[in-house]
C-alpha cells in the first residue's frame, strides 16, 4: 500500500482513490483538473489491505473513494471508525445491502458513506431523481445499461447475468432469473437498440429507498446470447482492457399534476468508465465540501442538490440527454 | 397414420400462421417519432 501524492499537500481535507483501473484512473485524473480550485490535496493507491484503515494513515475528514471490485463493506466499515467518508463504486447487490447497513457507523462518526456512485448504480439516480422531480406521482422507475467499464467491471457484468435479479413489483420485492424478461431498450445514438435482460443489479434496491412510493423498480443489462448461454460457466477468455461505448437509460413512469399520464426518458451514451468516473468524482468532491448529510447516502436522495450534480457531471464531458417525443410504431 | 396426417397438418398451420405474423406483424417495430436531445437541466420544482 504506498500512496502516490499527485497534488501539493495542503492543510486541506484530503481525497484518496482506492484503484487504479479504469474507472480509479479516470477519477484522479478529473480530481487531479480541480484539487487546485477547491484546496483538497489527492492521493491514488491501488488498494486497500485490510486493518490499513486502523494503521492511522487515515482520518477525520478524509474521503476515500473505493473504486476497486467488490467487496467494499467491511472496508467501508474501517473507515467509518476512523472518521473519514467513503465513496463506493460497488455495483454488487450482495455488497450494497451490506453497505446500507453501515448507516449508524458513518452517522456516529460523522462521516458520509455514497453507496454506488458509477454509472448505473450512480449516474442513474440522479437522472432518476431528476426526471422524478419533473412527475407530480411517480409510479415506475426502469433502469437499463449497456456494456461495461473495466476486467472488474466486465466480470460483474458476467455474474449479474448467472445471478438472481430483485425487482420491485406492485409493492413486494420478487427475484426473477437474471437472463429472462427479455426487453428491447433504446439508448441514445450512437449505442441505440439492445437488447437487455433482468440482472442482479443493485439499482432496484437504491431506487427503492429514495423512491419508496414506486410502485414498480426494475434494472436490466444489455447481453448477446452468447453472454446469456456462458453466463453460468466461468468467464471463457479475459475481459477486455475497457469495454466500448457504454449507455444508460432511465425511465420513469408517472402522472403530472392534472392527473395526465407521463413518460419521462435520459440517458447517456459514453464510455462506461468515464461516466462511472464522473459521478464518482463529483460524489467525492461533495464529500469533501459538506454538501452531503451524514450517515448513508444513495444518488437519488430527494435531500441532495440533484440539478447541481448533474450540472458538474455534465461539466465532466458527460453529455446527458433526454428521449423527446412519443414512441409509436 | 392419420396421427402423422394431424401432426403435419398443425405444422404447416403453425408455420401459416408464422410466416404471416413474421411479414404483417407489428411487434417489435422500433419508435418513428422522437428522438434525442440534451437534457434540459432547469431547476426543477423543488429548486434543487
Given at each position: 500500500m504506498t500512496a502516490d501524492p499527485v497534488a501539493t499537500p495542503t492543510d486541506a481535507r484530503r481525497i484518496v482513490v482506492v484503484g487504479v483501473g479504469v474507472v480509479g484512473r479516470r477519477v484522479s485524473r478529473l480530481l487531479g483538473t480541480t484539487v487546485e480550485h477547491t484546496g483538497h490535496r489527492l492521493a491514488s493507491m491501488a488498494r486497500l489491505e485490510p486493518g490499513?484503515?486502523?494503521?492511522?494513515e487515515f482520518g477525520p475528514g478524509d474521503v476515500v473513494v473505493l473504486a476497486t471490485g467488490a467487496p467494499h463493506a467491511s472496508t467501508a466499515a474501517e473507515l467509518a471508525e476512523v472518521g473519514a467518508s467513503v465513496v463506493s463504486v460497488s455495483d454488487d447487490l450482495g455488497d450494497t445491502r451490506q453497505l446500507l447497513e453501515l448507516d449508524d457507523h458513518f452517522r456516529q462518526s460523522g462521516a458520509t458513506l455514497v453507496v454506488?456512485?458509477?454509472?448505473?448504480p450512480g449516474l442513474s439516480g440522479l437522472l432518476a431523481r431528476h426526471l422524478s422531480s419533473r412527475l407530480a406521482v411517480v409510479e415506475e422507475i426502469h433502469v437499463a445499461v449497456h456494456a461495461t467499464a473495466g476486467p472488474a467491471c466486465a466480470r460483474q457484468h458476467h455474474r449479474a447475468l448467472s445471478g438472481r435479479a430483485a425487482g420491485w413489483h406492485d409493492g413486494v420485492w420478487i427475484e426473477r432469473p437474471a437472463g429472462s424478461g427479455r426487453e428491447l431498450c433504446w439508448f441514445p445514438e450512437p449505442v441505440g437498440a439492445h437488447d437487455c435482460y433482468r440482472a442482479e443489479l443493485p439499482d432496484p434496491l437504491l431506487l427503492h429507498r429514495s423512491h419508496p412510493d414506486a410502485i414498480r423498480i426494475s434494472a436490466r443489462m444489455s447481453a448477446t446470447r452468447r453472454d446469456r448461454l456462458t453466463a453460468r460457466l466461468p468467464m471463457l477468455r479475459s475481459p477486455h482492457p475497457e469495454g466500448g461505448v457504454g449507455a444508460l437509460r432511465v425511465e420513469v413512469r408517472g402522472a403530472a399534476a392534472d392527473g395526465a399520464r407521463e413518460v419521462v426518458i435520459a440517458g447517456t451514451a459514453e464510455l462506461v468508465g468515464t461516466a462511472a468516473g464522473a459521478t464518482a468524482t463529483v460524489f467525492a468532491e461533495a464529500a469533501a465540501t459538506d454538501e452531503l448529510p451524514t450517515g448513508v447516502v444513495v444518488t437519488?436522495?430527494?435531500?441532495?442538490p440533484t440539478t447541481r450534480l448533474l450540472e458538474r457531471v455534465q461539466r465532466r464531458g458527460i453529455r446527458l440527454q433526454e428521449f423527446t417525443g412519443v414512441p409509436q410504431a | 397414420m392419420k396421427l402423422i396426417r394431424r401432426v403435419l397438418g398443425a405444422l404447416v398451420m403453425a408455420g401459416l400462421v408464422a410466416g404471416a405474423l413474421r411479414v404483417r406483424g407489428k411487434g417489435g417495430?422500433?419508435?418513428?417519432h422522437g428522438g434525442w436531445r440534451q437534457l434540459d437541466l432547469e431547476p426543477s420544482v423543488d429548486g434543487r
Amino acid at each position: 500500500m504506498t500512496a502516490d501524492p499527485v497534488a501539493t499537500p495542503t492543510d486541506a481535507r484530503r481525497i484518496v482513490v482506492v484503484g487504479v483501473g479504469v474507472v480509479g484512473r479516470r477519477v484522479s485524473r478529473l480530481l487531479g483538473t480541480t484539487v487546485e480550485h477547491t484546496g483538497h490535496r489527492l492521493a491514488s493507491m491501488a488498494r486497500l489491505e485490510p486493518g490499513a484503515a486502523a494503521t492511522g494513515e487515515f482520518g477525520p475528514g478524509d474521503v476515500v473513494v473505493l473504486a476497486t471490485g467488490a467487496p467494499h463493506a467491511s472496508t467501508a466499515a474501517e473507515l467509518a471508525e476512523v472518521g473519514a467518508s467513503v465513496v463506493s463504486v460497488s455495483d454488487d447487490l450482495g455488497d450494497t445491502r451490506q453497505l446500507l447497513e453501515l448507516d449508524d457507523h458513518f452517522r456516529q462518526s460523522g462521516a458520509t458513506l455514497v453507496v454506488g456512485a458509477a454509472m448505473s448504480p450512480g449516474l442513474s439516480g440522479l437522472l432518476a431523481r431528476h426526471l422524478s422531480s419533473r412527475l407530480a406521482v411517480v409510479e415506475e422507475i426502469h433502469v437499463a445499461v449497456h456494456a461495461t467499464a473495466g476486467p472488474a467491471c466486465a466480470r460483474q457484468h458476467h455474474r449479474a447475468l448467472s445471478g438472481r435479479a430483485a425487482g420491485w413489483h406492485d409493492g413486494v420485492w420478487i427475484e426473477r432469473p437474471a437472463g429472462s424478461g427479455r426487453e428491447l431498450c433504446w439508448f441514445p445514438e450512437p449505442v441505440g437498440a439492445h437488447d437487455c435482460y433482468r440482472a442482479e443489479l443493485p439499482d432496484p434496491l437504491l431506487l427503492h429507498r429514495s423512491h419508496p412510493d414506486a410502485i414498480r423498480i426494475s434494472a436490466r443489462m444489455s447481453a448477446t446470447r452468447r453472454d446469456r448461454l456462458t453466463a453460468r460457466l466461468p468467464m471463457l477468455r479475459s475481459p477486455h482492457p475497457e469495454g466500448g461505448v457504454g449507455a444508460l437509460r432511465v425511465e420513469v413512469r408517472g402522472a403530472a399534476a392534472d392527473g395526465a399520464r407521463e413518460v419521462v426518458i435520459a440517458g447517456t451514451a459514453e464510455l462506461v468508465g468515464t461516466a462511472a468516473g464522473a459521478t464518482a468524482t463529483v460524489f467525492a468532491e461533495a464529500a469533501a465540501t459538506d454538501e452531503l448529510p451524514t450517515g448513508v447516502v444513495v444518488t437519488s436522495d430527494p435531500s441532495l442538490p440533484t440539478t447541481r450534480l448533474l450540472e458538474r457531471v455534465q461539466r465532466r464531458g458527460i453529455r446527458l440527454q433526454e428521449f423527446t417525443g412519443v414512441p409509436q410504431a | 397414420m392419420k396421427l402423422i396426417r394431424r401432426v403435419l397438418g398443425a405444422l404447416v398451420m403453425a408455420g401459416l400462421v408464422a410466416g404471416a405474423l413474421r411479414v404483417r406483424g407489428k411487434g417489435g417495430t422500433p419508435p418513428q417519432h422522437g428522438g434525442w436531445r440534451q437534457l434540459d437541466l432547469e431547476p426543477s420544482v423543488d429548486g434543487r
